[in-house]
């Protein structure tokens, strides 16, 4: 049986985040994507212009009738607007219990737009993060989270650690917002921790990375991937996909989501490097 995945997100009517690249990500790995809106967004690569959150009641709706009917094996969340929104996908996420559940826990859109309540943080903390199985912040994300400033490897690993005790097994954090000469990327488990290497793109094209990102992280694991092997596979479709930009919008224009097609033959190297403590 084709594996059967689910976002639940906000739109984004420029088609490079949220539910339309969850969506073309997972056709183009080959996995069968359903979807649950929490949001619409009027956006287009230089902003957010607009934002209609869905009720709660409609959220419920959509993902009892798709976890009703589907064999969801893995799902993931991204936009969820507010403290309100948040609960009411954790306490579907309870009753459902899917395998792998992906938190990309979205904060701020690239263009610095708010797309989610700083009051929601808490809801995100206590009622959400209990239900995911991984969560992948990006830096600024990992500090709110945290409570804590990343400014070195050493705060990075000890955020894991925090946001690990909230009661999520496994945290990536990501490394796109560092000024690094590479993409690294900050895995931490309960008895492990990695470190996933690729070469930074200099672009400004990054709209919809992260949810890109996640997404693939959801259709690799939903295969019945390793952890690690997911990741690799999910870190290097991200890169295609950032690699085969489409130069297309005045702003921060979007990820090309079938880069990895255009990839073909191409040599990138995914470095792998394992942390000897995880402390
Ligand atoms: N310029 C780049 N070159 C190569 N890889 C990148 C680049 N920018 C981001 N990445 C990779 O893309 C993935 C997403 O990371 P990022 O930190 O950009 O997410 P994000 O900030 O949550 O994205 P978004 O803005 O969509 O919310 C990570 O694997 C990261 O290492
Ligand atoms: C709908 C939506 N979700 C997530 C992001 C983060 O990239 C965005 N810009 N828009």
Redesign the pocket.
Known sequence: MKPQVLTIAGSDSGGG?GIQADLKTFQELGVFGTSVLTAITAQNTLGVHGIEAISTEMITRQIDAVADDFSITACKTGMLVDAERIEAVAKALERYRFEHVVV?P?MV??GGASLLQVSAVEALRTKLLPQATIV????P?AEVLAGMEIRTEADRMKAAQVIRAIGVDIVII????SNDVE???LIVTESEAFRVK??????KD????????SAALTAELAYGKTLRQAVVDA?RF??QA?AHGLSIGQGHGPTNHWGHRLAKGEQITIDVMYETSTR
């Open positions: 985040a990309d979205v859109a690239k992948t912040p990006n830096i994300e990501k490394g796109g917002h993409a690294v990327d690729a070469p930074r793109i200099q672009t990054t709209h919809g990375t992260g949810c890109t990102f870190k991200i890169h950032i």
